[in-house]
């Protein structure tokens, strides 16, 4: 039997719900991430780590707002950094852990209504691949 390769959009199309925004789940930053968001909301990096982020594992993450969810979601107009969101953000659910371990995928897919599950392990594996590298070089040709 052939399979057909699949693309991302095969196995993931975002719902807009806002649950992958929900609960302290270690949005890490890198020293681009902070540069970024910090510009946009016209602030310095030091203020923006102060006022927006906490330390986990002595890496700086996005806090977590009264709500439950990250301090840059609002309920009517969703992500307010949506255009220099950080990259683990612009990944998801495209993560590097799912090369690592691929059945995260159908986990992950409990939680997130966008996730396609019961999809082969090496059709989303190429697909997180294809992902994780395109937001690789995105950010180096960003960083030049």
Known sequence: ????????????????????CTGYGGTYLSPGDI???????????????????QSS??????????????VFFHDETQCTIHPVK?????AWPFIDAILKAPGNWNIMGQACPGIKTGVPHDQVQACV????????KARKDADK
């Open 1 to 20: 039997m052939i399979h057909k390769t699949l693309t991302p959009d095969d196995i993931f199309q975002c719902k807009q719900c806002g649950d992958c």
């Open 35 to 53: 540069r970024d968001i910090a510009e946009f909301i016209q602030t310095d990096s030091e203020q923006f780590l102060e006022k927006y982020c």
């Open 57 to 70: 594992g002595g890496r700086p993450v996005i806090r977590v707002g009264p709500s439950g969810k990250c």
């Open 86 to 90: 950080p990259r683990m953000c612009r």
């Open 129 to 136: 691949k294809k992902e994780v590298e395109a937001l690789d």
